[in-house]
């Protein structure tokens, strides 16, 4: 019988791989192999690698979203052959940033534990909003000029092999819109050595990449990218889930780090699929059917 691999990014030990875990494996009870496929172009390698191996196995990639736009990533998740898949959200943490699933902690944490701190918790989730919504603006300007990068990337392709990188050395929450514009442009500089002919393509003169800011700068300014959620897939979740655990340490003094949060919120993960049917990920949901359908179950 065929083996059915699905591969993430990560490494073994990584939230990607006990995320999917708990829910793919222990939940849905699927008979997969999750393979770690580290980062970068890696996980692609892997899948590839795990296919040519053994004659009719057959491998399936997840991998972040990103600064990818929705579009295509919805495209490939309605194409029932599809194998390679992104996830909607920038990241996988992202649906650890689930409001539901954060006040389940914290309602485990007044559960169980009698300490004075537990006081100092958002009490529900509109609470939790707010804090989240509160710390999230320092991330802004990092996502706008990565975005940026990524669309200015996807044009790249169409004029030349060469590659646009993203600036080094903008701290991700105190980058200036200077720093950003800046970096931008002198990574362009430096493309014009090999890469002629974006010297005469609109999309990367001046005033074409101001206004590309500008406007991704109001979509994230808008009231509706907080008040909606949508900051909470679309934000970097590594980011915005360690700027969150901050937050909760200097309120609570608890947890203790980031890692801990984390191991509490994918283990409330694979409580609530056991015991409450309505408080699972979309996304999860329908890799799992996809794979069900692939291993026969």
Request: proline share 5%; aromatic share 8%; charged share 20%.
């Amino acid at each position: 019988m065929a083996q059915v691999y699905l591969v993430c990014e990560g490494e073994r030990s990584s939230r990607d791989v006990r995320l999917l875990d708990a829910v793919l494996a222990q939940h849905y009870k699927l008979p997969i192999v999750i393979e770690p496929g580290g980062g970068g172009g890696n996980p692609r390698i892997v899948r590839s690698w795990l296919e040519r191996r053994v004659l009719g196995d057959i491998a399936f990639l997840i991998h972040d979203r990103d600064y990818e736009p929705l579009a295509p990533i919805d495209a490939g998740w309605l194409n029932p052959n599809e194998r390679s898949l992104a996830w909607r959200s920038h990241e996988i943490e992202n649906y650890l940033l689930e409001l539901w699933l954060i006040h389940e902690v914290f309602e485990e944490y007044r559960r169980t534990l009698g300490d004075p701190w537990v006081a100092g918790l958002p009490a529900n989730q509109p609470a939790i909003d707010i804090a989240l919504q509160t710390i999230s603006p320092r991330l802004f300007n990092d996502h706008i000029g990565r975005t940026v990068c990524g669309q200015l990337r996807q044009h790249k392709k169409t004029l030349g092999a060469t590659e646009l990188n993203v600036p080094a050395g903008i701290d991700p929450l105190a980058g200036t819109v200077a720093q950003w514009h800046a970096g931008i442009q002198a990574q362009i500089t430096q493309l014009h050595a090999t890469c002629s002919s974006i010297a005469g393509a609109a999309e990367f003169q001046v005033a074409a990449i101001t206004a590309r800011w500008a406007a991704i700068e109001h979509s994230v300014q808008a009231a509706t990218f907080l008040t909606t959620g949508e900051y909470r897939r679309d934000l970097k979740g590594k980011r915005l889930l360690n700027l969150f655990w901050k937050y909760l340490w200097n309120t609570c003094h608890y947890p203790a780090t980031e890692d801990d949060l984390a191991n509490d919120l994918i283990a409330t993960t694979r409580r609530m699929y056991r015991t409450t049917p309505d408080r699972t990920f979309d996304d999860f949901d329908q890799l799992a059917a996809r794979l069900r359908t692939v291993c026969g179950t």
